[in-house]
Structures are given as structure tokens and as C-alpha cells.
């Protein structure tokens, strides 16, 4: 079925494309000329403009994650070229899709394209000191591989994205790692695209911000071989295996065999990481944070640091429970005995957009937190459930890893 979509998705976006009949470029010019369109353009304070060419369209409209409730209408001049500003930005990195007709497309004239799970979408970057851990710059810059992990349950390999920091060919020195887990819906190649996690990474680096460390993006689904089916299709779970729930069932025992027995193993074995809980850190979004807290929260003999961002596992039973008697029956003795979970843990970072409506039920664990005296960074970013808040979660987190 994921194919299916993909295939679909395709056909819309060339469907729209081809209404658009001039694609890259404007209308005519006076001297019977083409001129490219300049779509998006950045303008000195904080406005974007964006162009598009659909001379038989009646209406075109932007739809960006900076307002969803209010698609910006576009307006038409007399060559069939749409136009719209927004208002002033906040210096960010803003993802957008035109809608024509109703028809959701691309940006034929903006290179910057983005998949996140099914969807596509364009992205432009609203520059300033603010956001400037986002813009890719001349610094020195570490390498993006895909790697194929044997898997025991799945009995087959799995891919995975790995980052290793600038000079990392050239040299013998061993690095602490980072695991990093993408959300539902997502995949191996969320990270690496919609977080742009090594442009993040090589611009700490360079300012001297992080300790230099392995980031690994594998795919969080146990049971799946590869984004976009590129191996086969996600699979039943094998005997005794079922879908489990969030306070730690048979699924999150299958995601901790799969981390902790196959790919820590094999990253070990293949990169020159450094061994031992001190050198280890697993973080993820959404299903990735329920997926941390039931390996990496559980395992504090194999993990020494925790990144939680936009869990809603704390939501609904959780709350019946409460965060941290949820926390003490995933990992007993977590709550009970303060001392030696600080003791434990190097860092527990916790994060949520304050649009998120996951947002209270972490406000309320970090309070039961700390009225125990259990160290905890809990940080808030504009926005709801979206890229840009695990963005920013990333780069404020990967400063205080192994330290």
C-alpha cells in the first residue's frame, strides 16, 4: 500500500505540473523572452515572496507550516503569473506546497524538496544568527552513508543512515554514539532529510559547540526492511511478537533486541565507536521517544543518556498512572531511588512544541521529576507536533552529550 501512495502522490504532483505548463519559467517578456521564475524569494525583513506560473489555474494558494489554518491566497496578473507575500517570518527553516485548484504540488522553481514518509514538500530557510544552525555553510563537513544492518529477528538486513564527523576518514580516534529514531510514519531517511541532522551537526562542530560523535538513523520500525519498500514491505511479527503497548509490551521488547542485540553490535563492530553506556545515547521523536523510554530508560546498563522529543506516551492511561509511576514500572527502582538514577544518567533531555497538545502531560512529568530531585533538561519550541521543534531539540541536545 505504501508504494501505491507513492505512485499516487507522483501522478498528482506531475498532473499539477503539467496545468502549470511553464514550469521553471515566467511568462513571456517583452522581447518574446523567457525569464526564470524567483520563487521563493527571501526578502531583508523576514517576508517571502512566492511565484508560480499556471496561466489556466483559478486559484492558487500557499500552504505553509507557519500559519496551517490560513492557506495564503495567490493572485494572478494578466500573464498568468500567481504571486503572494507573507508576512514577517521568524527566522526558521519553513516547509510550503502550493495548492492549485486544489491540487497540492511543488515548487517547480525551488530545488529544496523534501519527503517526510509520503508527503513532499518545498522548504526555504529564513536566515539570521537565529537559524543559523540550518544553513548549510563552508565549515568543515562530516559524511552521510547508508549501511545495511543484519537483522536477527527480521532475518535480513536493514538500512540505516550513518553520520561520521568531519576528519573521521583520516584519523584512528574512536567516537561516542548517538542513536537517533524518526517518528510514525516516518523512516530511516527522516533524520538525514527532514532534519537535516548533519547540516546541524556540522555547524556545532564547527563553532566548537559538540563533542565530535557518531550519529546513527536506523529505521525505528523493528519490522521493516527499508524506507519507501526499497527492500520489501514491512512484515507480520514473527511468533510470540505482537503489537504491545505504550507502557513497554512485546513491541518495544522486539525494538530492544533489534538496538541493543543487532545494531549496536554491528555499529561497534564496523565504525570506531567508543564501547560502554558512558559513549551511548538514544533519542526519537514521537514513536522513537515511547521507543527511548522503553529501551533506552529501561536499559540504563547499556545507555547512559536519553533524548525524549514529543512523547505522547504520557497521555491518556499515563496520566491515570502518572509520568513517573509509568517511568518506575518501565525501569524499576527509576523513581524510587533518585540517587542512583542520577547517578546513572548523564543526560535526560526531555522537548515539546508549545502548540503541542502532548505538551501538559510532560509539563506535569517534569514537575514529578524534579520534586523528586531526578536531573531532567526540559526544553519548549514554537510550533505543534513538527519538524522544526525536533530541529531545534537536536541542536540544543547534541551540545550536552558526553560531556
Known amino acids: 500500500?505504501?508504494?501505491?501512495?507513492?505512485?499516487?502522490?507522483?501522478?498528482?504532483?506531475?498532473?499539477?505540473?503539467?496545468?502549470?505548463?511553464a514550469g521553471t519559467t515566467s511568462p513571456s517578456t517583452a522581447a518574446g523572452q523567457t525569464a526564470k521564475v524567483h520563487s521563493p524569494e527571501v526578502l531583508p525583513d523576514g517576508r517571502v515572496t512566492f511565484r508560480l506560473v499556471a496561466p489556466k489555474a483559478t486559484e492558487v494558494r500557499v500552504q505553509g507550516n507557519w500559519d496551517r489554518s490560513h492557506p495564503l491566497a495567490m493572485t494572478r496578473d494578466d500573464s498568468g503569473l500567481w504571486s503572494a507575500t507573507t508576512p514577517v517570518l521568524q527566522p526558521e527553516l519553513w516547509a510550503y506546497t502550493f495548492s492549485v485548484d486544489g491540487v497540492r504540488t511543488l515548487d517547480p522553481s525551488n530545488y529544496n524538496v523534501a519527503r517526510d514518509g509520503v508527503g513532499f514538500m518545498n522548504t526555504v530557510l529564513v536566515a539570521s544568527e537565529a537559524s543559523a544552525v540550518f544553513q548549510p555553510s563552508r565549515v568543515p563537513h562530516g559524511t552521510m552513508t547508508t549501511m545495511w544492518v543484519p537483522s536477527a529477528a527480521m532475518k535480513t538486513q536493514r538500512r540505516m543512515f550513518v553520520y561520521t564527523p568531519p576528519g573521521y576518514e583520516g584519523s584512528t580516534t574512536r567516537y561516542p554514539v548517538l542513536y537517533l529514531l524518526h517518528g510514525s510514519g516516518g523512516d530511516e531517511d527522516a533524520w538525514p532529510t527532514m532534519g537535516i541532522a548533519n547540516v546541524i551537526m556540522d555547524n556545532l562542530l564547527a563553532q566548537g559547540k559538540a563533542r565530535p560523535m557518531i550519529v546513527v538513523m536506523p529505521n525505528a520500525y523493528w519490522n521493516e526492511i527499508a524506507s519507501l519498500d526499497l527492500a520489501g514491505p514491512r512484515t507480520a511479527p514473527p511468533p510470540g511478537v505482537g503489537s504491545g503497548g505504550g507502557t513497554g509490551g512485546a513491541q518495544f521488547d522486539a525494538n530492544e533486541k533489534d538496538i541493543v542485540d543487532d545494531l549496536?553490535?554491528?555499529?561497534?563492530?564496523?565504525?570506531?565507536?567508543?564501547?560502554?553506556?558512558?559513549?551511548?545515547?538514544?533519542?526519537?521523536?514521537?514513536?522513537?521517544?515511547?521507543?527511548?523510554?522503553?529501551?533506552?530508560?529501561?536499559?540504563?546498563?547499556?545507555?547512559?543518556?536519553?533524548?525524549?522529543?514529543?512523547?505522547?506516551?504520557?497521555?491518556?492511561?499515563?496520566?491515570?498512572?502518572?509520568?513517573?509511576?509509568?517511568?518506575?514500572?518501565?525501569?524499576?527502582?527509576?523513581?524510587?531511588?533518585?540517587?542512583?538514577?542520577?547517578?546513572?544518567?548523564?543526560?535526560?533531555?526531555?522537548?515539546?512544541?508549545?502548540?503541542?497538545?502532548?505538551?501538559?502531560?510532560?509539563?506535569?512529568?517534569?514537575?514529578?521529576?524534579?520534586?523528586?530531585?531526578?536531573?531532567?533538561?526540559?526544553?519548549?519550541?514554537?510550533?505543534?507536533?513538527?519538524?522544526?521543534?525536533?530541529?531545534?531539540?537536536?541542536?540544543?541536545?547534541?551540545?550536552?552529550?558526553?560531556?
Open 1 to 21: 500500500m505504501k508504494m501505491i501512495r507513492m505512485m499516487l502522490t507522483a501522478v498528482v504532483v506531475c498532473m499539477a505540473l503539467t496545468a502549470q505548463e
Open 264 to 403: 549496536i553490535p554491528f555499529v561497534e563492530k564496523h565504525y570506531r565507536a567508543l564501547p560502554g553506556r558512558e559513549n551511548r545515547a538514544l533519542a526519537g521523536l514521537s514513536m522513537g521517544a515511547s521507543i527511548t523510554v522503553n529501551v533506552a530508560i529501561k536499559r540504563l546498563d547499556v545507555f547512559a543518556s536519553a533524548g525524549v522529543l514529543s512523547a505522547g506516551m504520557f497521555r491518556g492511561t499515563a496520566d491515570a498512572l502518572g509520568g513517573a509511576a509509568l517511568l518506575e514500572k518501565i525501569s524499576p527502582g527509576f523513581i524510587a531511588d533518585p540517587a542512583a538514577t542520577n547517578k546513572k544518567l548523564r543526560l535526560l533531555f526531555f522537548s515539546c512544541g508549545t502548540e503541542d497538545p502532548r505538551l501538559p502531560s510532560l509539563t506535569k512529568l517534569q514537575e514529578e521529576l524534579h520534586n523528586r530531585n531526578i536531573h531532567l533538561t526540559f526544553k519548549t519550541y514554537p510550533g505543534e507536533h513538527e519538524w522544526k521543534v525536533w530541529r531545534h531539540s537536536l541542536a540544543d541536545m547534541a551540545p550536552l552529550l558526553f560531556r
